[in-house]
């Protein structure tokens, strides 16, 4: 009997205790959090999260979303899959400002003008979306993203009421443009995400998809207005830290364009070299036939293979032509046959329709990627010629 009455006095209490440990004080603030980008391509774009602040209930927290759940079964897998579920995390303030402070990162904060009622409806959505159940979330770069969800949880707190006007220095841009923005365009990084991401990232960004980035976050809040009340969404706005100005000094010799436009020459050298001996090195080919059709097989898998939505449509695939990892045998024979001549006639046109493409703006192409396209296309017209004087 006794037991079952301290059941039903958690049921009856419980909650409500609960409740009111939750409940934040007329002099609680919450805001967003801007952080500046890093030094590496993971954190080059910035990063975004709510402070939710109440120095009467000894409360100074911060949530954002985009944590790795590393415990996941099959980490690596998932993540190259585009099936890795991202975490909701959450750090008390001083240790998120030290963080980033040590890291040399801007942080900007945006103090949210809601009511007493809206402030407490967005942090109790934050406990909730913070329990163990319902920590994960699918991860999506461009549309779920820690930017992104900073604008839908306000929106959920506010009924969908908040109006995103264009902020005065706003450009119409592409994804791969805002993307571009904010990557040195001669760096490695700069370079894989160009091979990975497809044409569907050439599309022109609608305003609100520019919040995929926490600083357009930051630029939209601050020109968004809240329907129906003449206010604005901020209601101020400072600097918590600013980024310490240091030289930041690049080797160009590391470069992909330096590395990508030897290797270029070294492709025309020795294709001219073959063309006056009249000879024609094999192994070059083979290299250069191994190398495209793994890439090109790579791009299909995380086209094909994968759930990442800006990998479709990637028509890298124009040079990193996938079956050719199929011909490599024909390039060990003294003599191919007539068809093989034409397949690699096919390479030839094949690159034309990408350079085509690129003029047009159906897909934009690593610029570092020129000195090799360029001698992939000596190099095929060397082999039908070569291949026709030995049929």
Known sequence: MKKILRILFLFLFANPLFAQQNQLSPQAEISVLTVGPGTSLNDAFGHSGFRIKDLNKDIDVVYGYGEYDFDAPNFYLKFAQGKLNYLINKTEFNRFYQIYKYYNRGIKEQLLNLSQNEKQKLYDYLIENYKPENRRYLYEFFFDNCATKIKDVCNITLDNAITFNKPKDF??????????????????????????????????????????????????????TIENSNKSLVKSSRILYSKKV??????????????????????????????????????????????????????????????????????????????????????????????????????????????????IGVQVFAPALIPLLIALFIRYIFLVKHYKNHL
């Not at 569907?200 to 305003?207: E, K, L, N």
């Not at 070294?266 to 070059?284: A, F, G, S, V």
């Open 171 to 224: 450009k119409d841009a592409t994804f791969r443009t805002l993307i571009h923005n904010n990557l040195n365009r001669n760096s490695w990084g700069s370079l894989g995400i160009d091979l990975a991401l497809g044409s569907v990232i050439d599309r022109q960004a609608t305003p609100e998809e520019h919040m995929f980035l926490p600083e357009n976050i930051y630029r939209f809040f601050e020109h968004a």
């Open 246 to 359: 240091i030289p930041q000094t690049t080797n160009f010799i590391l470069s992909p364009l330096f590395i990508l436009g030897i290797i270029g020459l070294l492709i025309i050298y020795i294709t001219y070299r073959d063309n006056q001996k009249t000879i024609r090195t094999k192994w070059l080919d083979v290299i250069l036939f191994i190398f495209t059709g793994l890439v090109g097989v790579l791009i299909l898998l995380l086209w094909f293979a994968t759930n990442h939505t800006g990998t479709h449509h990637n028509y890298n695939l124009l040079w990193a032509f996938a079956l050719n990892i199929l011909f490599i045998h024909q390039l060990l024979k003294s003599k191919t046959s007539a068809w093989f001549v034409k397949y690699i006639k096919l390479l030839i046109i094949l690159l034309c329709l990408l350079t085509l493409h690129w003029i």
